[in-house]
């Protein structure tokens, strides 16, 4: 018992560190740490029912990594930019899979609390889970299938750039037929209203 609540006290003392908690302690006349205690039964509660949870992993994915890249980028230390990159990549290949794999996962229990779970092991700099996937797996694959994912890439690109072509030539087609409509009507009236005139 005595543990239990030197390690409350210690979890108190974090909290009164924190402004924004103080701020809400004094609105709402509630104890920060029933506070952040609610916040956290809610917050498991929706991921633990699914409610909100694509969004959330969404943003706990990208929007954090996205920051920390930012920082990586602007800081002149080396291997925190291979970090990111290296867990951008396996974020890229897993999402690339779970678009394919998308039917299945809803029928999957608690999905995406085990989807936000691997995310955060994946980016946090203390498991460094991105570089064991990376390492162990992903870079053999990806260099294995380095020429047929760049063909693949390739004919990507043009038939997408063929596609384009063909939509902009029968826009154009389009806009002209349309704007010869418009100015034979035109002109039709106007022949009209002289003669009634």
Known sequence: MDALKTQLEEIKVKLDQIPILQKAEEATKVPKEFLVLGGGVIFFVLIFFG????????????VYPAFKS????????????????????????????EVFVDFLLYWIPFYYAF??????????????????LYDSFLKDFLK?????????????????GNIASEVAAATAEVSAAGL??????AKKESETDKKSN
């Open 180 to 185: 010869s409509a418009a100015a034979d009507y």
């Open 144 to 160: 294995k299938n380095e020429s047929k994912i760049d063909k693949a890439l390739n004919d990507a690109k043009r038939s997408a």
């Open 115 to 132: 989807k936000l779970a691997f995310l955060l092991w994946a980016m946090l700099p203390q498991t460094k889970g991105a570089k064991f």
């Open 70 to 97: 930012f920082e990586a980028i602007e800081n002149r230390t080396r291997g925190d930019d291979t970090q990111w990159l290296i867990y951008w990549v396996v974020y890229a290949f897993f999402s690339i899979i």
């Open 51 to 62: 409610i909100g949870a694509g969004s959330l992993c969404g943003i706990v994915g990208f």
